[in-house]
């Protein structure tokens, strides 16, 4: 969409009159307004205290009806409400400023400055909720997106427009991974949404993970976990709706988001509130809608007109609950997703960072990304790394023979030099044609090994 045709949607849904209803009752985390025709989805302002003049106002959005009765949520606190008090309508579909200037901004869900600057003048406004693309206006993913991680760039490549998404349990070093991939990676923007994190964790992910020089071309918004359930899921659109801007100006912009699960987490917060029926584990299906809808926003976009704009690749993160990867929104995140990377504890534990699993993480996009001597290298790796895990015990107490299966043999040989090319430490910046180049050199020596191996084992034929 270019600028005129947003402008134009901008003016398309703007609230003609002034509606205005009044608080009738307070449920749980919603507010029952009276005489307040207006759409779910829309922003209201709502004073506390009659008429807004006691206790300053409080925003919130329409998620339901009941009879005659809006259900308005929060996004702030409710203290200080009344009954009788003002609700004023704002937007009736909600939409938010976006440009240039968020650029080395920290920002809440609806875009105010948290980092003490100024507030960020937009340039264009786009909606929080857009119309889903058509399928046929995707692009096809032919261009690689390097991250600067060697063990994504070698064994999980990422396209342009591609949805991966990074499913570990608490304290595997998600955040620590996404800081690396922002500081490194080629896309010429970051977006990154802190859904329901910890208040500690983020200043400390924007300074020690991100750093001043990721910062720089990075958009941060957060929600943390005490905020309210509305404002968690308005910063992920909010994110998501920033991408989008970068992405029409045609520049390759990765979208970060940490966490999904604690956004399905908010979405059935706001679903049960409104009387919506829980079915699996709890979790009630506009849970997985809106996950659905939040990540199809990512993607490689082709205009009408057959022009390109730029793309946006999601990197998702999902808590894997108990590290049990059949938990509904870790499966429902992998149906919906172009690949996923694991990270295993297993591995943590044993000081290999990043701890990606490479045999359980998949790229549904390698093959187009790549080339053939990239993937023959890449497939040698991922045999080698199988076959020294089918005998890892064996080995361990010493009841593997040396020489009994050549294929072991070279497996051994070579996990040593495997792991020296898949560990990187968080300062260590990785070049993608010199790791290409490792990979590539380690498994034609590999093959070499195994072959000789092999041909050692053959028994000279009988002669005459």
């Not at 991100?210 to 943390?224: C, M």
Request: charged content about 25%.
């Amino acid at each position: 969409m270019n600028l005129l045709e947003q402008a134009l949607s901008v003016v398309r849904q703007a609230q003609p009159l002034r509606i205005v209803g009044r608080v009738e009752g307070l449920k749980g985390l919603t507010v029952l307004v009276h005489d307040l025709p207006l759409p779910v989805g829309s922003l209201v302002r709502i004073g506390r205290g009659r008429g807004g003049e006691d206790a300053g106002e409080v925003f919130g959005e329409v998620v339901g009806f009941s009879q005659d009765r809006a259900i308005v949520m929060l996004l702030g606190q409710g203290a200080g409400i009344r009954p009788g008090d003002s609700v004023v309508g704002e937007q009736p579909m909600p939409t938010v400023g976006v440009g240039p200037n968020l650029l080395g901004r920290v920002l809440d869900g609806l875009l105010r400055p948290l980092d003490g600057r100024p507030w960020p003048r937009p340039a264009a406004r786009y909606a929080l909720s857009p119309e889903p693309v058509g399928a046929m206006r995707r692009r096809p993913i032919r261009e690689g997106l390097h991250t600067g991680v060697r063990a994504i760039d070698l064994m999980t490549p990422l396209g342009r427009g591609q949805r991966m998404g990074i499913f570990a349990g608490p304290g595997v070093g998600k955040s620590t991974l996404l800081g690396s991939i922002a500081q490194n990676t080629s896309a010429d923007v970051n977006v990154i949404a802190l859904i329901g994190e910890r208040g500690r964790e983020v200043r400390d992910f924007v300074e020690s993970s991100l750093g001043d020089e990721g910062l720089a071309r990075s958009v941060v918004i957060v929600a943390t976990g005490d905020e309210s359930p509305l404002m968690r899921i308005r910063a992920a659109k909010a994110a998501c709706a920033a991408a989008e801007y970068f992405r029409d100006q045609g520049l390759a912009v990765l979208l970060m988001m940490d966490s999904v699960t604690r956004f399905a987490h908010a979405q059935r917060q706001v679903g049960l509130s409104v009387g919506e029926p829980p079915s699996t584990r709890g979790y009630t299906p506009s849970v997985f809608a809106q996950m659905a809808l939040l990540l199809e926003r990512a993607g490689a976009i082709e205009h009408a007109d057959g022009t390109h704009s730029g793309s946006i690749t999601g990197l998702y993160t999902i808590l894997v609950e108990g590290d049990d990867l059949t938990e509904p929104v870790t499966d429902a995140a992998r149906g919906i997703l172009d690949g996923h990377i694991i990270l295993s504890r297993a591995l943590a534990q044993k000081g290999h960072y990043p701890a990606i699993d490479v045999l359980d993480s998949v790229s549904r996009v390698a093959g187009e990304v790549c080339d053939e001597a990239h993937l023959a290298a890449r497939r040698t790796v991922v045999r080698l790394l199988a076959t020294y895990g089918k005998v890892e015990e064996l080995i361990q107490v010493g009841a593997y023979a040396s020489g009994s299966d050549p294929v072991v043999d070279t497996a051994i040989e070579y996990l040593p030099v495997i792991e020296d090319l898949l560990m990187q430490g968080h300062g260590d910046r990785g070049d993608f044609a010199d790791a290409r180049s490792r990979l590539v050199k380690l498994a034609h020596q590999a093959e070499e090994s195994l072959r000789l191996r092999v041909a050692g084992r053959r028994k000279p034929e009988h002669t005459r």
